[in-house]
Each structure stands twice: as C-alpha cells, then as structure tokens.
C-alpha cells in the first residue's frame, strides 16, 4: 500500500496576511478605481498641460484649434517674457517674500508648537484650540485691518516683510497643528537622558528636537513656500510698481497683452514652474511629515 501526501497547506493567518498585503499593494483595486483615478488626473493636469502646450503655439493655431498640439512648436512665446518684460523682477519679490514666510513659519511656528507639545501647564489646551480656531479664519476677514495695520502703524507698505509677516502669520496654525504631533511622539526617556548628560531644555530642544522633527519642518515649510508663492489678495493690496510679484504679474500681463493668448500662457506657465517642482521635488517627504502628524 502507498501512502498518498498532500502538500502542506498554509496557515489561515498567512493567507489573510498575503491577502492584505495585496490590497495594500493596490493589486486588489478594480478597474473601475483606475478609472475614477484617471479621470481625476485628467481633470487635474488637464488645464495646466493646456496652458503648458498653448505657450508653444501662435494666437492663430489657438485660434484655428484651440484643443489641438503645437504644429510646428513655437518658442517664442517663452522667449519674449523671459526677455521683454519684468519677469525676473517679479519672480524675484516672488522668491524673497516666499522665503521669509517659510522662514518665520518654520521658526515661529517651532518655538509655538514646543511648549505646547512638551511642557504641562495651565490652559494648554486651551491655547491649542485659539490655534486650531486660527485655521478657519483666512486673511480675507482681517485685509481691512491688515492694510491699516502695516501702512501706517508698522510702516512696512509696499515692501516684502510687509507681506510676508501676515502671510506667516496666517500660516502659523497649521504649522502648529502638523508640528505639535512630531514633539509629543518624541520619547520621554530621550529628554531624561539628555538631562542626565548635563543638556538644558535649550540644548534638548538644538541637539534632539530639531533633528527628529525635520520631515515636520520640511511639510510646513513647503506648505508655506507654495502658499506665499501663489498668494494674491495680500500683494495687491500691499505691493505696488516694481515690488509686484508673479500672480501680480500675470494679472498685468493679461491685461496688456489680453490679445496675445499665448503670450499669457507662457508667461502663466513659467510662473507657476518654481512653485511646482519645489513642491514635487520634495512632495516625499511632504507625504512622510503628514503621516508622522498623523501617527502622533
């Protein structure tokens, strides 16, 4: 008589294991989830590659076929606002009011969330809420009070702290809200230990806190950069001549060229350039800053 072997078969947990970890993988999505999630990719990238291409097309090709491809691809566009007309001036009142908001949010925004995070004391919940409050108020309910405040009281009219301190101002609480999660995730034992090699709070808070709470920095950062970048409301009030910045920019440029369509997509799409591939170049570590405020 032989004896008749059945192969082994795998543990339920196993299975189950292998059946998350393929849904996790996206191998369990149907087709009808790549579908939602291309439509969606169009309707994103749709306008901006219209924009993109139609700067390499003349006002008669838009004309003839607006949805149509470059035939033949037209440089000039690009070409004429990077020579003819203020775009360096703008982009660089752009760049200097970005980084001075990302500066002072980042600063700011440390020096706020850790007490909040790190020290026990009265009323600190509280002033977490006044923070988390600041999040539905944007800077249109307070632009009267603002252009009052900054023209005449601190006398900063017309100039880049001018914009970028209510800027960072109205981005503090977000700042706060992400960042806050990072200190309280930090181990306790890691402060006792730095008390015992003889650190104050100041030198936890250089060598230990600083360090671990870099992807934290990074995402508010980059949040505040792209918000500054693109802001408008804030610089057309504030802002005037040669201080303008791009968003500015493109709205005076529509206005003197209103007839030279692709004119205005080229001088759109190069304003829009910097802020992109900041935010893509670092949009990894953007992911891994909102996952850690999550998780905290």
């Not at 947990?13 to 998350?20: D, E, G």
């Not at 996206?26 to 306008?47: N, Q, R, S």
């Amino acid at each position: 008589m032989t004896a008749v072997t059945t192969p082994p078969t795998a543990p339920p947990t196993a299975v189950r294991s292998r059946r998350t970890r393929a849904q996790r993988d996206g191998h369990a999505a149907g087709p009808g989830v790549y579908f939602v999630a291309f439509l969606l990719v169009c309707i994103t990238l749709g306008p901006v590659m219209f924009a993109v291409l139609g700067g390499f097309r003349t006002n008669a090709q838009l004309a003839q076929t607006p949805a149509g491809l470059p035939d033949p691809w037209v440089m000039d566009n690009y070409v004429r606002v990077l020579t003819e007309s203020n775009f360096w001036v703008y982009a660089l009142n752009s760049t200097a009011i970005a980084l001075l908001t990302t500066a002072m949010v980042v600063v700011f925004g440390m020096m706020a969330a850790y007490p909040l995070a790190r020290f026990r004391f009265r009323h600190r919940e509280a002033i977490f809420t006044v923070f988390v409050a600041g999040l539905l108020f944007p800077a249109t309910v307070a632009i009267i009070p603002l252009f009052i405040l900054i023209n005449k009281d601190l006398s900063l009219g017309n100039t880049w702290m001018g914009v970028a301190l209510p800027q960072a101002a109205f981005q503090l609480p977000i700042t706060i809200v992400i960042l806050r999660p990072f200190l309280q995730a930090i181990p306790n034992e890691l402060e006792e230990a730095a008390k015992l090699d003889g650190a104050g709070r100041i030198g936890f808070f250089w060598r230990i806190i600083l360090p671990l709470s870099g992807p934290g920095m990074v995402t508010t950062g980059v949040l505040a950069f792209v918000a500054s970048w693109n802001a408008y409301l804030l610089p057309l009030l504030l802002l005037q001549g040669d201080m303008k910045t791009l968003p500015l920019g493109v709205a005076d440029f529509s206005s003197e060229y209103s007839s030279d369509i692709a004119g205005v997509f080229a001088f759109t799409t190069l304003s829009m350039i910097p802020a992109l591939v900041f935010f893509l170049a670092l949009q990894n570590r953007i992911v891994s800053g909102l996952q850690g405020a999550v998780k905290g």
